[in-house]
Nanobody, 128 residues
Framework: VQLQASGGGLVKPGGSLRLSCAASGFTLDDYAVGWFREAPGKAREAVSC????????YTKESVKGRFTISRDNVKSTVYLQMNSLKPEDTAVYYCAAEMNPHREYDDHIPLTSEFDYWGQGTQVTVSS
């Protein structure tokens, strides 16, 4: 059972990246999946999460309108499209999966403790 995060890199302010989170050894059908990030000296925070069906999402206020989460259950992969990147988006980005087919994000802020599996992290650096 493994989550593989990829797609990070160095990009200039205003640029774009697409992160991918691929599951191996299991399928993501019954899992809510989230992207978290951890900047140096700061706590890990939820960036964007999506329910198992894809119908419910959470997006951190500071990235709304710039980041979009999506999922392809056939490929067992979740994506985070990041546009208009800012230096403050610099962090290690992690994907995580929560075994909960009923998770909804309408009135819920995701907690790291809710997630069962974590990927290894991918570095995103936004700098000119």
């Amino acid at each position: 059972v493994q989550l593989q995060a990829s797609g990070g890199g160095l990009v200039k302010p205003g640029g774009s990246l697409r992160l991918s989170c691929a599951a191996s050894g299991f399928t993501l059908d019954d899992y809510a999946v989230g992207w978290f990030r951890e900047a140096p000296g700061k706590a890990r925070e939820a960036v964007s999460c999506v329910s198992s069906s894809g119908d419910s999402t959470y997006t951190k206020e500071s990235v709304k309108g710039r980041f979009t989460i999506s999922r392809d259950n056939v490929k067992s992969t979740v994506y985070l499209q990041m546009n208009s990147l800012k230096p403050e988006d610099t962090a290690v980005y992690y994907c995580a999966a929560e075994m909960n087919p009923h998770r909804e994000y309408d009135d819920h802020i995701p907690l790291t403790s809710e997630f069962d599996y974590w990927g290894q992290g991918t570095q995103v650096t936004v700098s000119s």
